[in-house]
C-alpha cells in the first residue's frame, strides 16, 4: 500500500518561508512523478508544482514560479517545496502526489494522495 506523509505547514507571515516534505512509502517512488497541489475552501484542487522522474524536468504554476522550488530525493523517497516570499493568496492546505509513468500531472490522473497539510500566511 502506497502512502504519502506530508510535514512542514504551518502560520507564517507574507514574505517568510516554509518547505513542505513528504515522504513516500509502499511503492517505488523513482518512477513517480511527485508533486505538489493546493486547495482552498469551496474551490477545486490547483496544481502547484510537479518534478518527473528519472532527472526529468520541473514544471510550476505560473501564480508560484520564482517564488516555489521543487525537489526530489529518490534515496529518501522524498520530495520537498521549498517555499518563499509568501503571499496571503498561498494560504490552502497543500497535497502531495504520486503518478506512475509519465505525462503530465493532473488532479484527475493522480494515483495516490497524502492527507495535506495547513499552510496559512498572515498579511
Known amino acids: 500500500q502506497v502512502q504519502l506523509v506530508e510535514s512542514g505547514g504551518g502560520l507564517v507571515q507574507a514574505g517568510g518561508s516554509l518547505r513542505l516534505s513528504c515522504v513516500v512509502s509502499?511503492?517505488?517512488?523513482?518512477?513517480?512523478?511527485m508533486g505538489w497541489f493546493r486547495q482552498t475552501q469551496g474551490k477545486a484542487r490547483e496544481f502547484v508544482a510537479a518534478?518527473?522522474?528519472?532527472?526529468?524536468?520541473?514544471y510550476y504554476a505560473d501564480s508560484v514560479k520564482g517564488r516555489f522550488t521543487i525537489s526530489r530525493d529518490d534515496a529518501k523517497n522524498t520530495v520537498t517545496l521549498q517555499m518563499n516570499s509568501l503571499k496571503p493568496q498561498d494560504t490552502a492546505v497543500y497535497y502531495c502526489?504520486?503518478?506512475?509513468?509519465?505525462?503530465?500531472?493532473?488532479?484527475?490522473?493522480?494515483?495516490?494522495w497524502g492527507q495535506g497539510t495547513q499552510v496559512t500566511v498572515s498579511s
Open positions: 518534478h518527473m522522474w528519472g532527472g526529468g524536468p520541473t
Open positions: 502526489a504520486a503518478r506512475l509513468g509519465s505525462g503530465s500531472l493532473q488532479a484527475q490522473n493522480v494515483d495516490y
Open positions: 509502499g511503492g517505488t517512488f523513482s518512477r513517480y512523478v
